[in-house]
């Protein structure tokens, strides 16, 4: 019988390796192996083809995540008509060959080539921490040896020094075979070629940078190279430590918006370490040092394992069962209503948190407070990406998959650092550039992405921050006014009145890059080199971050990117499209699960008769017609003194959201604040109910990454404080005497299901079947969709909106000279309540703020130096790093650290539309300072009180301490 | 209702009419103002900006006047 091979349609397994890459020709070639007809597509190798028939041959330098490179020669065949034994994983499956995988001369072969590799090898398999996951003592069993006739009186490498530096994994060369695999990843899987091999012949070695150590090279802990390892060379130290799990469960990373799967690997209910899942859509068996290696936070000392309740915010906590925490909470909150009315009270959602969560934390306040104020921290980084493509393009969602980018030819980043905040997808982006695609990145600062080792042509549009509309409008005005539009899409698919107004509006000579350069500081020829580029490449993909939304014309610019796209024709097909990527793992979730105030489920409206009508069917109550208050009105509200509590799940937006003056002040004026978190974060320090939230590992649920992706949230350990999140909220809910009941999160999904027209297909067994999902999933598109608006926009023609350019009102001028913008690293993640506690600290113990040279040179500043840091909202102080990939004028610091105090300069600027903080543009001025600022000192003494109030005794007398 | 945030109501709804004042003339760019105000203001929103208006509306720009009267009417 012939065994077809079809990708796609054949479910290849994750767990095996089947030694080479697929090859994805439409031309099949039919061969024999070992007796064994196979069909496999041209290009394909012989191991792989093999593996594909069921034939294991040995094999050590080969991966099926790396191309092949035939150095361990343990995969030898023989092919009937040619000489010699040539190795199966470089040699292509032909049609008709005839192949012969075992016999007494190929084991002799293997025999003697595992003899050598032995004879510099420890043979200490017993106390190796790879015993019983080694691939070298596998092949040693497979291949049959039974001696080693060199000894070890020759020279070695056993006495070869091992490298602690990293906190996460060992590299002890000892015990390395020099297969390259480890080399071989981080260039193919991560691209970033740390890792080469220094020395030839007997002295070659692996090395690092220029042998410089693993934590002192470029090395950026993705842990690639570790997976690769076919011996315990490169070995987790949490392995080397507890030794080989035993069992493992798939589940999605709740890090970035990439959403990667892993294998949480398991001993009893204690996770050893995380290994990027190959079967998972998103990442392919790829990770970053977050995903990886950081998840020791869900154990860390600090979790709150009991709910605490206190009466105001200056007593200690006082820690109480569930029960009478939930009824401290439903009492406090109703006794508001009834004084200060239904709309006194709102809640916030959380992007961390699954779907299922979320669902049922705006159900809670839809529902059971009998308001809309419910909103969710997207407010604060993608809501314009919601109002600008739902404006324009009919979906509030990105149009692509990941792997959309492998067909790109011209690749737009706009405004977004994927290196480090999309670590994964920056990976995949790389090889893609590596493979030829012209890279063009619209920022402020000279990305990493810039950098890309061996990439083929790139190009910086360095603008000024708060000039992006400007910018995007003259990259269209070239596109127009050079007859570069796609005017079969434009008027096939467009709405052509929309567009004619458009196409006036950005022909106007004011929107030429020569017009737009005073204003963008980008010379005039690049841009149109840059549209030129975009336009004309085949395949043009736009990529952006929180540099497009959080602006005050955010939502102008995401309008921006849509005409862009649309006007070229880059939509509705793979290696196109235009791709916010979330910051937080479930930005996306969060959105769709009706967490806008405005905004039912699946982006339903408030206001709409029918729509409600279904949810208050489902939900047998009657819902406020009116939109609720977003983050900044509650706040604003707050003040005023209407607003009166707040239910705050898994956020800290005394840390995160922007002038945190104004923040504070809010969250002291509430009567009632309640924080479901796992620590005591800057929130919580202002709250009255204090409720311990789970971990992502130890909870059910679905996380939706930044291609809509849905995937399982699978619990590997049992919640600390006994309740997943999901259940807390139920509690509160039956409170407050709005019953809620729920057996499993796969009944909440049911009920999503039931309510949102993309998710009617959509269910936990749908997921099991298929592994993920992307959304749409419903009747017309039962397998959901991986591509949107292949055919039409779910508002039939797609939108031109006209995008006129407003500077924004926060200028610099002689007092506030710098412009001020933020963002995030590598190591760290968001308000780094995560990653602060674990080992990534490392390589992140501060916040700093980068600053041009010229800009240092004129203030006297040396690197290290203390800079205070002043703005029209605050003044904070940070050292100072002088880096040459800003602009002159332009400043950068990141707010992973609470006492840096990042958001005490932002202000209270937002976008127009949607009131999304513009974080990336503050005026300010810095200068050298010796002490840090007052707010600082305030926040360090008010720090301290609020972890004594955390430490107190059970019983404690609930007095007002005096600490500092 | 605090002096901030009704200053922060005045700017923000004269932000929405200076981003949509291609719109046509003044009452078409009111229109286009007037209905975002009512797919995404709070109610307690729009009532005290409507209030204010009708006291004082010193602040609001020609096209947020017009808007509000739209939402009035």
Partial sequence: MVHYFEPGKVALDPDR??????????TLVSLSIDGVEISVPEGTSVLRAAALAGINIPKLCASDNLEAFGSCRLCAVQIEGRRGYPASCTTPAAEGMSVTTQNGKLGKLRRNIMELYISDHPLDCLTCPANGNCELQDVAGAVGLREVRYGFDGENHLHAKTDDSNPYF??????????????RACEEVQGTFALTIDGRGFDSKVAASQDDGFMASECVSCGA?????????????????????????????????????FKAEMKGDQLIRMVPYKGGDANQGHSCVKGRFAFGYATHKDRIKEPMIRETIDQPWRAVSWEEAIAFSARRLKEIQAKHGRESIGGITSSRCTNEETYLVQKLIRAAFGNNNTDTCARVCHSPTGYGLKTTMGESAGTQTFDSVMKADTILVIGANPTDAHPVFASMMRKRLRQGAKLIVADPRRIDLLKTPHAGETMHLPLRPGTNVALINSLAHVVVTEGLEDKAFIDSRCDVKAYNTWREFISEQRNSPEAMEAVTGVPAADVRRAAREYATAGNGAIYYGLGVTEHSQGSTMVMGIANLAMSTGNIGREGVGVNPLRGQNNVQGSCDMGSFPHELPGYQHVADDAIRSKFEKVWGVKLDNEPGLRIPNMFDAAIAGTFKAMYVQGEDIAQSDPNTHHVEAALRSLDCLIVQDIFLNETAKFAHVLLPGSTFLEKNGTFTNAERRINRVRKVMPPVAGKEDWEVTVDLANALGYPMHYNHPSEIMDEIALLTPTFTGLSYDRLEEMGSIQWPCNDSFPDGTPTMHMVDFPIGKGNFAVTEYLATEERTNRRFPLLLTTGRILSQYNVGAQTRRTDNKLWHEEDVLELHPSDAELRGVHEGDWLGISSRAGQTVLRAKISDRMLPGVVFTTFHHPGSGANVITTDNSDWATNCPEYKVTAVQVEKVSQPSKWQEAF???????????????????????LS | MSDQQLQNLIKMVNQISANNLHHGDEHQAATVVAGHLKKFWARSMKEQLVAYAAEDGEQLSPVSRLAVGQMRA
């Fill in chain 1, 17 to 26: 390796d089947y030694g080479t890459p697929a090859r994805l020709s439409e």
């Fill in chain 1, 170 to 183: 060992s590299f002890d060369p000892s015990k390395c075979i020099v297969c390259s695999r480890c080399v």
């Fill in chain 1, 225 to 261: 190279c570790v997976q690769a390892c076919p011996t315990s060379t490169l070995m987790e130290k949490s392995v080397i430590e507890a030794g080989q799990p035993e069992h493992s469960v798939v589940t999605t990373c709740a890090y970035c918006g990439v959403g990667c799967s």
């Fill in chain 1, 940 to 962: 360090q003494a008010s720090d301290k009180r609020q972890q004594h109030y955390l430490k107190q005794p059970v019983d404690s007398a609930p007095a007002q301490e005096n």
